[in-house]
């Protein structure tokens, strides 16, 4: 553990955008041999906008990353946080817990929030009108959403007090647990429920972008499955029945418009009622 925790307290960005495009490469390829819907679609048609949005992401975390930086030297050098006032433990239960606690912060909580208050609803939209969600959906979130999750992932290291190194494999295992749980893969649905009991599973993740409540508002995990289980926000149905996209966006050609995607936070919209 301690070699681990060493690699990833000085992990070169090179390394990391390895994770990012390793992972994006493995799952697309997975998707071809194991598809779980047969999209009748342009792969890289349909990645364009996605793959942008992946982009501005990548640019705005790493232009804030000096934040985390500074946020982490800070609680560390001032014994600062949960993880910190606990009683000393082993470090690789230290690391776990780490990572299990910015979890929450930087994915669930900041999730859940942005499905219940309105503005911020708007902005994360973006990432829930793709009608065909699939490995390149995973980052496919607006510049603004981009931005929140960071705050969001800032406050959890000075509340979890996680040092450098817990927060870069927290990062990492997001990115590949966000593109395994957006791609079009098909799972053994056995094992797909026995991962869902601890991870977040393909399964279990694309119910979230059912087109409709209340199975919109639901599933907000990404790496554990313990927020939903514990706060009442799991739901299940069978994969065959999930269709993508919103209800009240359905316009899948303005759904795969860059330009529209980038408007589509400042438009009308009133949430529908559960149905």
């Given at each position: 553990?301690?070699?681990?925790i060493?690699?990833?307290?000085?992990?070169?960005?090179?390394?990391?955008?390895?994770?990012?495009?390793?992972?994006?490469?493995?799952?697309?390829?997975?998707?071809?041999?194991?598809?779980?819907?047969?999209?009748?679609y342009?792969?890289?048609?349909?990645?364009?906008?996605?793959?942008?949005?992946?982009?501005?992401?990548i640019?705005?975390?790493?232009?804030?990353?000096?934040?985390?930086?500074?946020?982490?030297?800070?609680?560390?050098?001032?014994?600062?946080?949960?993880?910190?006032?606990?009683?000393?433990?082993?470090?690789w239960?230290?690391?776990?817990?780490?990572?299990?606690?910015?979890?929450?912060?930087?994915?669930?909580?900041?999730?859940?929030?942005?499905?219940?208050?309105?503005?911020?609803?708007?902005?994360?939209?973006?990432?829930?009108?793709?009608?065909?969600?699939?490995?390149?959906?995973?980052?496919?979130?607006?510049?603004?959403?981009s931005?929140?999750?960071?705050?969001f992932?800032?406050?959890?290291?000075?509340?979890?007090?996680?040092?450098?190194?817990?927060?870069?494999?927290?990062?990492?295992?997001?990115?590949?647990?966000?593109?395994?749980?957006?791609?079009?893969?098909?799972?053994?649905?056995?094992?797909?429920?026995?991962?869902?009991?601890?991870?977040?599973?393909?399964?279990?993740?694309?119910?979230?972008?059912?087109?409709?409540?209340?199975?919109?508002?639901?599933?907000?995990?990404?790496?554990?499955?313990?927020?939903?289980?514990?706060?009442?926000?799991?739901?299940?149905?069978?994969?065959?029945?999930?269709?993508?996209?919103?209800?009240?966006?359905?316009?899948?050609?303005?759904?795969?418009?860059?330009?529209?995607?980038?408007?589509?936070?400042?438009?009308?919209?009133?949430?529908?009622?559960?149905?």
């Amino acid at each position: 553990m301690e070699t681990i925790i060493n690699y990833f307290d000085t992990i070169p960005s090179l390394h990391r955008s390895l994770i990012l495009v390793g992972g994006i490469t493995f799952f697309w390829l997975l998707e071809g041999a194991l598809p779980l819907f047969k999209f009748n679609y342009k792969k890289w048609k349909h990645a364009f906008p996605n793959l942008f949005f992946t982009a501005t992401t990548i640019i705005i975390n790493f232009t804030l990353a000096f934040l985390l930086l500074n946020s982490a030297d800070y609680v560390q050098a001032n014994d600062f946080g949960i993880i910190n006032w606990l009683p000393e433990m082993p470090l690789w239960l230290y690391a776990i817990l780490g990572v299990i606690l910015l979890d929450f912060f930087g994915a669930y909580l900041a999730h859940f929030v942005e499905h219940k208050v309105k503005p911020l609803w708007m902005i994360h939209l973006v990432h829930h009108t793709d009608h065909k969600v699939d490995t390149t959906t995973a980052n496919r979130h607006h510049p603004f959403e981009s931005m929140i999750r960071f705050s969001f992932t800032l406050f959890g290291v000075f509340v979890v007090g996680a040092p450098i190194a817990i927060i870069m494999i927290y990062q990492s295992m997001s990115l590949i647990f966000t593109q395994f749980t957006h791609a079009n893969i098909k799972m053994n649905k056995q094992v797909d429920k026995a991962l869902s009991y601890i991870i977040v599973s393909p399964d279990m993740h694309k119910i979230h972008h059912h087109h409709m409540l209340p199975y919109t508002d639901s599933n907000y995990g990404n790496i554990f499955s313990i927020w939903d289980r514990i706060f009442g926000t799991f739901s299940y149905m069978e994969r065959e029945t999930i269709v993508y996209g919103v209800d009240t966006f359905p316009n899948e050609t303005t759904n795969s418009s860059l330009v529209e995607l980038l408007k589509q936070p400042f438009q009308g919209y009133r949430k529908p009622t559960n149905m």
